[in-house]
C-alpha cells in the first residue's frame, strides 16, 4: 500500500448470521480489497475475496446456524504480503476435509443444491484453513498480494492466460 499509510491494517465487524447482513459487512471487504486492488496493483483481487466471503458467509447462515441462529464475526487484515480474511461463528461445526475442500474440481452433475461453495473459496483464495477450537468456526482465507500482482502485471503485457 502507499500513501505513508501504517501496515498492518485491521478492520472487524460482528452481524447476526443472517443473510440479510451479508451485503452490509461485503461492502466493508469490497471497499477494502478495491483500495489495495488500486495501491498494490492486485488485478481481480476483490471479485476472489468477494467470491469466497459470499460463500463463506452463505455456508456459515444455512449450515452452522441451521438450527441455532447466532453472530458472525468478520475480520480483514492487511498488510504488505497479503489480505487475510477471517470468518469466525459459533455454530456447528464440519469436516472440513470431507466437505469439498480438495482442489479437484467437484462433479457437476452430481452436485447438491450447493456444493461449490469450499471449491470456489479455495480456487478464489491462496490459501484456506479452517479449525474448530472449543465451541467456534474459524475459517481463514488469505491472499498472497505477490499473485494477484502477478496477473495483473502479466495481463497488462497482453498475457492471454490472464
Known amino acids: 500500500m502507499r500513501d505513508g499509510e501504517s501496515l498492518p491494517l485491521k478492520f472487524t465487524a460482528s452481524v447476526p448470521g443472517e443473510l440479510r447482513f451479508r451485503d452490509l ?5 469490497r471497499a477494502v480489497c478495491l ?3 488500486r495501491d498494490a496493483g492486485c488485478a481481480g483481487l476483490e471479485w476472489r475475496l468477494m467470491s469466497a466471503y459470499n460463500e463463506a458467509f452463505n455456508n456459515i447462515v444455512e449450515h ?4 441455532t441462529p447466532g453472530e458472525v ?11 487475510v480474511l477471517r470468518m ?11 466437505a469439498g475442500a480438495s482442489d479437484q474440481v ?8 450447493g456444493g461449490m461453495g469450499l471449491f470456489i473459496i479455495r480456487n ?31 495481463t497488462s503485457h497482453g498475457d492471454p492466460r490472464c
Not at 64 to 67: E, S, T
Open 25 to 29: 459487512v461485503g461492502s466493508m471487504v
Open 35 to 37: 483500495r489495495v486492488e
Open 64 to 67: 452452522a446456524y441451521a438450527v
Open 73 to 83: 464475526e468478520v475480520v480483514l487484515l492487511v498488510d504488505d504480503d497479503e489480505v
Open 88 to 98: 469466525i461463528d459459533h455454530g456447528a461445526g464440519f469436516d472440513f476435509d470431507d
Open 106 to 113: 467437484p462433479a457437476l452433475d452430481s452436485l447438491s443444491e
Open 124 to 154: 478464489a483464495m491462496s490459501s484456506v484453513t479452517y479449525e474448530r477450537r472449543q465451541d467456534k468456526n474459524l475459517l481463514t482465507m488469505t491472499k498472497t498480494l505477490s499473485e494477484c500482482a502477478a496477473v495483473s502485471s502479466a
